[in-house]
């Protein structure tokens, strides 16, 4: 099976559950992740003092071998990616290509100023305001797809988010094995 691999951009205010999860999940599934800063400094902060090493620059992301980027929430790290042109571009390159995109808590609000946000989606309770009311699902979605573009709720999500983005790229069998393995049933 031919290696995936998944770029998780981080930038000071990230949701440190959502980033560590996401990160965590998928490398147990066997996915290479790339954790892209920003700018040069290679720690980034979290909301909530969390220090997370990124392994690379943001400016020196090759597209051509990503298969999927995913984008952790926390407002002020969403409005900083929102703002950062690399960004923007990546996710509309990707979106171009049909890449996977992927977007939990406020990011899809980043996915929404890129003009990629599928026509269904999901987001932190309120967020919804800043992005479109319309297509919107609420309570009781963990995980919304939409062609190439999932997003999730927030925090408590995210496990079962990672999951989801371990189905889509590895397959059924992956999944199964790395749910199992976090004995994580609740997840559907």
């Known amino acids: ?58 400016k020196n992301i090759d597209i051509s071998g990503l298969d999927m980027i995913v984008l952790p929430g926390g407002w002020r790290g969403t409005h900083a990616l929102a703002e950062n042109e690399n960004i923007i571009k990546i996710l509309q390159e990707m979106n171009a290509k049909g890449k996977d995109i992927g977007a939990i808590c406020a990011a899809p609000y980043v996915l929404y100023k890129a003009g990629v946000l599928g026509e269904k989606y999901t987001c932190y309770p309120s967020v919804e305001e800043e992005i479109r009311e319309e297509g919107y699902i609420g309570d009781g979605a963990m995980v919304v797809e939409d062609k190439n573009i999932l997003t999730s709720r927030g925090p408590a999500t995210a496990l079962c988010f990672a999951l989801h983005i371990v189905k889509k790229l590895k397959g059924k069998e992956s999944y199964i094995a790395t749910k199992d393995g976090l004995l994580a049933d609740f997840c559907v």
């Open 1 to 58: 099976m031919k290696s995936v691999k998944v770029l998780v951009p981080l930038a000071c205010g990230f949701e440190e559950i959502e980033a560590v999860t996401i990160i965590d999940v998928l490398r147990r599934a066997g996915i290479e992740v790339l954790v892209a800063s920003l700018d040069e400094n290679a720690l980034v902060e979290g909301a909530h003092g969390l220090i997370i090493q990124s392994t690379i620059e943001l």
